[in-house]
């Protein structure tokens, strides 16, 4: 006997969007998020066009609009030798920028949207710690309450003023551990992923020559409008998705739209078989694989071009072989000179290859599937849905290619 038809580990914008989707099929879903609420720093605040598009499709536009954020429709690549401007004007599709948005806003947002949804549980300090195994095949999770008052729940009759017979444990590993099974568990917990580490899935790694130095500067009258980017010298059965499966270098800021197409992706391809309580297959997997890998590739493959042609050379370690900066790349002089060509480089940052889009069962204007019995949560045995509250991953290296199933 499962408790849910989807265990999703992780409430990043993969697990979060997934869970939505899976929950609008009608699919029982239980998004485990190890922390209290969304309210840290993030390194990743861009949303890109095609997830734009996305949130229109899903009717959660009008409410991403009402966050703080910040709209950018041109991008600057400054050099020693010169800068050129990468215009997103000419790109297909409604949205022609790039949305700068805390993301703890934007988590909290899709978790709200997540929580409307009857068939979805959200459990807030729940921290997945492990696997649970059955004749070689993966049937659940193992997690930690980390509630601070987990101890306190043990006993809800107790007197409020009755003296209790030994102090409790606080703080955030005072929880048990529980378990909870699932026909399909995925892993969304970021590029230090459990599950993948539990699942024995090895990620191969790419090196970058750069990271982001991620700090705040206030904006004032007269600052460029848009991006601008500054590059001188001198100075089994479990499923990966998102950063999970592939982190991303931080170039073109691309992180936030894989790990949402990626969930969208797993959606689309599973929403059916884990609503009518299909066993979930190892070739089903492979599809999500085979349609999200090659876009993943892609990109890794165009930030690392990126980290060879432009960056490394400009980030040697020795002053004597790095290039003169005497003139800009031929191609950024083309594009500078070219402005209907910038809706290449725009199109490929802003949208992405192959965009997902929202099924027609989970859109603003659904009709969503009818639910069998079986898809209601049990009265009993289902872990109680965590507390609302009000959301620093991304170390500094690049990750695998693609998703991984096992």
């Known amino acids: 006997m499962t408790d849910s038809g989807c265990i999703v580990a992780g409430g990043g914008p993969a697990g979060m969007v997934l869970g939505l989707l899976l929950a609008r ?104 710690t492990g696997l649970l195994k059955e004749h070689g095949r993966v049937v659940g999770v193992r997690y930690r309450d980390r509630s601070p008052d987990a101890s306190d729940s043990a006993e809800p009759d107790a007197e409020p003023d009755a003296e209790p017979d ?45 990271d982001v130095w991620w700090f705040r500067l206030p904006r004032r009258d007269g600052d460029p409008v848009g991006n601008v980017g500054r590059f001188s010298v001198g100075h089994l059965v479990v499923l990966l998705i998102g950063d999970a499966a592939h982190a991303m270098s931080p170039v073109g800021g691309v992180g936030i739209n894989l790990a949402v197409a990626d969930a969208v992706a797993t ?60 003139r800009l790349p031929r191609t950024m002089r083309i594009l500078g000179r070219h402005p209907l060509l910038q809706a290449i480089p725009g199109s490929l940052l802003a949208i992405g290859p192959l965009p997902q889009h929202a099924p027609s069962w989970a859109g603003a204007s659904r009709s969503r599937p009818a639910r069998s019995p079986s898809s209601r949560h049990p009265t009993d045995g289902t872990p109680p849905r965590g507390r609302r509250a009000i959301t620093t991953q991304r170390p500094a290296v690049t990750g695998g290619a693609g998703l991984s199933a096992r």
């Not at 030994?166 to 048990?176: F, V």
Request: charged share 25%; proline share 7%.
């Open 25 to 128: 099929a009608g699919v029982r879903v239980t998004v485990l998020e190890k922390h209290a609420d969304f309210l840290r720093d993030f390194r990743g605040d861009t949303v890109h066009a095609s997830t734009l598009t996305l949130l229109d499709e899903l009717g959660l536009g009008a409410e991403f609009a009402a966050l703080p954020h910040q709209l950018v429709d041109k991008i600057s690549v400054e050099m020693d030798a010169g800068a050129v401007d990468l215009g997103l004007s000419r790109i297909p599709g409604r949205h022609k920028h790039i949305a700068l948005v805390p993301q703890w806003d934007f988590l909290e947002l899709l978790a709200a949207a997540a929580e409307r949804e009857p068939s979805l549980t959200l459990l807030r300090n729940a921290e997945v």
């Open 166 to 210: 030994a102090e409790p444990e606080s703080g955030p590993e005072a929880g048990a551990e529980h378990e909870l099974r699932a026909a399909l568990t995925v892993g969304c917990d970021g590029r230090g992923s459990t599950v993948r580490a539990a699942a024995g899935v090895a990620p191969r790694t790419f090196g970058a020559p750069v």
């Open 267 to 326: 959606a689309r391809l599973l929403a059916e078989p884990l609503r009518s309580g299909q066993p979930i297959t190892a070739d089903q997997l492979r599809r999500i694989q085979r349609r999200r890998g090659w876009p993943t590739a892609l990109i890794q493959g165009g930030q690392r071009l990126a980290h060879k042609l432009v960056l490394g050379p400009r980030l040697a370690a020795d002053p004597a072989d790095r290039p003169k900066p005497t």
